[in-house]
């Protein structure tokens, strides 16, 4: 059984930094992607960044240069720093991991609220 447990979110001022962190346990394909998705009230889910376990990175143009994805390898853990966070950033943020082995597997966390707000 694989599980994501995202940790990290919480209310932040316009211009400040969070820092997400996933930690993915179970059994999971060592060729993978590693990515952190999100959703805002009334809008669909859309990628924010992901890496693949050879560490290319990609990153939504609304979050370049501001947000930055890493990855631990030895301890499933994904993260995202997100720096200069706006009031746009407001979503709930989710974790997932993503894998092809005879098909392809693809998992969620449970999803963690991050709020920019003065």
């Known amino acids: 059984q694989v599980q994501l447990v995202e940790s990290g979110g919480g209310l932040v001022q316009p211009g400040g930094s969070l820092r997400l962190s996933c930690v993915v346990s179970?059994?999971?394909?060592?060729?993978?992607?590693m990515g952190w998705y999100r959703q805002a009230p009334g809008k669909q889910r859309e990628l924010v960044a992901d890496m693949t376990s050879d560490t290319r990175t990609n990153y939504a143009d609304s979050v370049k240069d501001r947000f930055n994805i890493s990855r631990d390898n030895a301890k499933n853990t994904v993260y995202l720093q997100m720096n200069n966070l706006k009031p746009e950033d407001t979503a709930v943020y989710y974790c997932?991991?993503?894998?092809?082995?005879?098909?392809?597997?693809?998992?969620w966390g449970q999803g963690t609220q991050v709020t920019v707000s003065s």
């Open positions: 179970g059994s999971i394909f060592s060729i993978n992607t």
């Open positions: 997932n991991v993503r894998f092809r082995r005879f098909r392809r597997y693809d998992y």
